[in-house]
């Protein structure tokens, strides 16, 4: 059974950075995409952020953070970042690790129901 363990969230001031990580527990799970979503007051908010796909060789993010957010992948160490620079209160969030590891075309990967593995979320304010 695959987990995936974020860590790094926290408080910081808007214009300034911070850090997520995302940890896949079993050595063997290779997924094809990963990424990061963020979930405000309601569940149906829940929207993609950042995405990796083929071992990070391609990125796709939403509008709201093009420019200031990206996400490096460590494929020898199963672990995906995301680096959230010039940071608003707007960013503030519930931020979630997804992972899945079937092949899905490019117009499909910030949507939810994509992905089969969810981390348990870190909180992120600014």
């Known amino acids: 059974h695959v987990q995936l363990v974020e860590s790094g969230g926290g408080s910081v001031q808007a214009g300034g950075s911070l850090r997520l990580s995302c940890q896949a527990t079993?050595?063997?799970?290779?997924?094809?995409?990963m990424g990061w979503f963020r979930q405000g007051p309601r569940p149906s908010m829940r929207e993609g952020v950042a995405?990796?796909?083929?071992?990070?060789?391609?990125?796709v993010y939403a509008d709201s953070v093009k420019g200031r957010f990206t996400i490096p992948r460590d494929n020898a160490k199963d672990t995906l970042f995301l680096q959230m620079n010039s940071l608003k209160p707007e960013d503030t969030a519930m931020y979630y690790c997804?992972?899945?590891?079937?092949?899905?075309?490019?117009?499909?990967?910030?949507?939810?129901?994509?992905?089969?593995?969810w981390g348990q979320g870190t909180q992120v304010t600014v």
């Open positions: 997804a992972a899945d590891a079937r092949s899905w075309p490019a117009s499909l990967w910030l949507l939810r129901w994509v992905y089969s593995y």
């Open positions: 079993e050595d063997t799970y290779s997924p094809t995409c």
């Open positions: 995405i990796s796909y083929d071992d990070g060789t391609r990125t």
